[in-house]
DNA sequence: AGGGGAACCTGTTTC
DNA sequence: AGAAACAGGTTCCCC
């Protein structure tokens, strides 16, 4: 068996399993597209850039080339809860996205870069499709964490700022949320060199690594600085 | 003679001669303004700040202020060549702003920060105008030089790639283009920590400075680090 | 008024 | 080498 190729039995994922027996009159699922999920598509810019092969293949939009009415699309998830999209062509960018309610999929299902989301379709009565959207964990992610940690970048490139680093321990799995952070304290000195980008927050971007020094409000006696390779997930 | 303050006969900067001898039926152009291009003006936020005396005066939105809709601006560089901006005003910083076109024009132009863009314009039948853009170096860029080297952030904080500077050497006024390029050596295990984005290129940003390490085809005894306060400009 | 979302834009990469 | 696609931004509207 070779579990990283053959789909995996998700049921705390959400993937759908190929593996379950066919039952009598149940609807065949045809598999549509994948895509791997790139840090954009699950980070602030709330879309999901649909392959443009596809879209035009599966989601062809009303009204052809002129009308680029933004239309819906409803799936349904692996526990059957419906999903409605907001489905829209980007002339500026030439692309096929999903905008409204695809933050909210993201949030829940706690996607990250490199997890997969499955499109499949069954065809229903009167000729049209019931949509079904899934996903799936990436390649090497443990099935144990909701999300594994990113490869962060060695953090010994951070010498001059003094690391205190603390990982692991901020990997929650009571809140439903997850965490991506680490804690560097720096010298008041160090953070000199970063470039004032508000007054609350600077971002300094240093090996690869985004730095976001908060100064919270009240005085602290150390600045924070949040150490993310591409995403933080807060608790709300 | 003042030459810095005199229009100069710019057939290979692209500027407009003022001393050109006015022919019959030729039109005549009424200089409407200029600006000095800021960092940001020829930076990666690809939109021109104009400044809003003149815009109110030259470039009146349609619509007055209920419409704020985008509108274009088409002009002619000096050899006839339109160009069309989106022209467009930004409530958010209260500024009329060239936006999309407007990083095309500085790259084909190899505008710098100091260089300056003017606008004339030319009645035309018909009660309107046709626009040009021109501009001009700045005071005391090199006649010789496409462009002077920008005044780069202070390497001192490269302390930790054991820089070897030699800048002044990469200025080419043979190729037609530009270079705005400081080296630096840096030991072979010092680019390690950078993080890898394609196989030839790599970008770090370092203390506000951009440096591309650069993998060229071929083993080079050292990689070369692209230094740079905001822009490059590379040789096709 | 502040934050999330919709639309717009561009450089890089790929084919 | 030219064009297409898209990843990753930005701006700004709307609630």
Redesign the interface.
């Given at each position: 068996m070779k579990p990283e190729t053959s789909p995996q039995h998700c049921q705390s994922h959400g993937g759908w399993s190929s593996s379950e027996p066919l039952l009598p009159h149940q609807e065949i699922r045809e598999h549509m597209f994948e895509k791997p999920l790139t840090p954009s598509d699950v980070g602030k810019l709330n879309r999901l850039v649909i392959p443009k092969q596809h879209a035009e293949k599966y989601f062809p939009l009303q009204g052809g080339s002129t009308e680029t009415k933004d239309q819906s699309l409803s799936c349904e998830d692996e526990a059957g809860r419906p999903w409605r999209f907001r489905y829209s062509y980007w002339s500026s960018s030439q692309s096929y996205v999903l905008t409204k309610g695809w933050s909210r999929f993201v949030k829940e299902k706690m996607l990250f870069p490199g997890d997969v989301v499955v499109f499949e379709r069954a065809r229903v009565d009167g000729g049209g499709y019931r949509l079904y959207i899934g996903w799936r964990r990436r390649r090497g992610a443990s099935e144990n964490l909701k999300s594994p940690p990113p490869n962060l970048?060695?953090i010994?490139?951070l010498d001059?700022a003094r690391p205190n680093m603390s990982s692991g321990d901020s990997y929650s799995s009571l809140t439903g949320s997850a965490k991506q952070d680490c804690h560097c304290l720096l010298q008041a000195g160090d953070e000199a060199?970063?470039?004032a980008r508000s007054k609350r927050l600077r971002t300094?971007?240093?090996?690869?690594v985004n730095l976001d020094l908060r100064t919270d409000s009240g005085n602290r006696p150390s600045e924070q600085f949040n150490v993310s390779g591409y995403r933080e997930y807060i608790d709300n």
């Amino acid at each position: 068996m070779k579990p990283e190729t053959s789909p995996q039995h998700c049921q705390s994922h959400g993937g759908w399993s190929s593996s379950e027996p066919l039952l009598p009159h149940q609807e065949i699922r045809e598999h549509m597209f994948e895509k791997p999920l790139t840090p954009s598509d699950v980070g602030k810019l709330n879309r999901l850039v649909i392959p443009k092969q596809h879209a035009e293949k599966y989601f062809p939009l009303q009204g052809g080339s002129t009308e680029t009415k933004d239309q819906s699309l409803s799936c349904e998830d692996e526990a059957g809860r419906p999903w409605r999209f907001r489905y829209s062509y980007w002339s500026s960018s030439q692309s096929y996205v999903l905008t409204k309610g695809w933050s909210r999929f993201v949030k829940e299902k706690m996607l990250f870069p490199g997890d997969v989301v499955v499109f499949e379709r069954a065809r229903v009565d009167g000729g049209g499709y019931r949509l079904y959207i899934g996903w799936r964990r990436r390649r090497g992610a443990s099935e144990n964490l909701k999300s594994p940690p990113p490869n962060l970048p060695a953090i010994a490139a951070l010498d001059g700022a003094r690391p205190n680093m603390s990982s692991g321990d901020s990997y929650s799995s009571l809140t439903g949320s997850a965490k991506q952070d680490c804690h560097c304290l720096l010298q008041a000195g160090d953070e000199a060199v970063a470039p004032a980008r508000s007054k609350r927050l600077r971002t300094l971007r240093l090996f690869g690594v985004n730095l976001d020094l908060r100064t919270d409000s009240g005085n602290r006696p150390s600045e924070q600085f949040n150490v993310s390779g591409y995403r933080e997930y807060i608790d709300n």
